[in-house]
Nanobody, 122 residues
Framework: QVQLVESGGGLVQAGGSPRLSCAASGSFFDINDMGWYRQAPGKQRELVASITSGGSPVYADSVKGRFTISRDNPKNTVYLQMSSLKPEDTAVYYC????????????????WGQGTLVTVSE
């Protein structure tokens, strides 16, 4: 059973620089894109950042220059280094990964972590 387990959330002061981690565990063939989404109260889930298996990142405009996504492929782990946090960054942050259980395209699907709450206080 494949699982994504996040860590690193919590209460942070504005301007802080926490790091989120997400590790994939279980039995699988390979991992393609990994990323982070967030959902603030009363809002839809939105992409924060994603990264390809080759390390190419994509960022939402709202976090460009403040957040950095990276991954450690041998550890099946993706990170989100956040900095210059603002109260509007308060949200539940979800890890996302496209994981294959085998080489055939039909065996690839999207997985989600359980979410980790980041609360930014002024």
């Amino acid at each position: 059973q494949v699982q994504l387990v996040e860590s690193g959330g919590g209460l942070v002061q504005a301007g802080g620089s926490p790091r989120l981690s997400c590790a994939a565990s279980g039995s699988f063939f390979d991992i393609n894109d990994m990323g982070w989404y967030r959902q603030a109260p009363g809002k839809q889930r939105e992409l924060v950042a994603s990264i390809t298996s080759g390390g190419s990142p994509v960022y939402a405009d709202s976090v460009k220059g403040r957040f950095t996504i990276s991954r450690d492929n041998p550890k099946n782990t993706v990170y989100l280094q956040m900095s210059s946090l603002k109260p509007e960054d308060t949200a539940v942050y979800y890890c996302n990964a496209y994981i294959g259980l085998g080489w055939h395209p039909a065996r690839w699907s999207e997985y989600w972590g359980q979410g980790t709450l980041v609360t930014v206080s002024e």
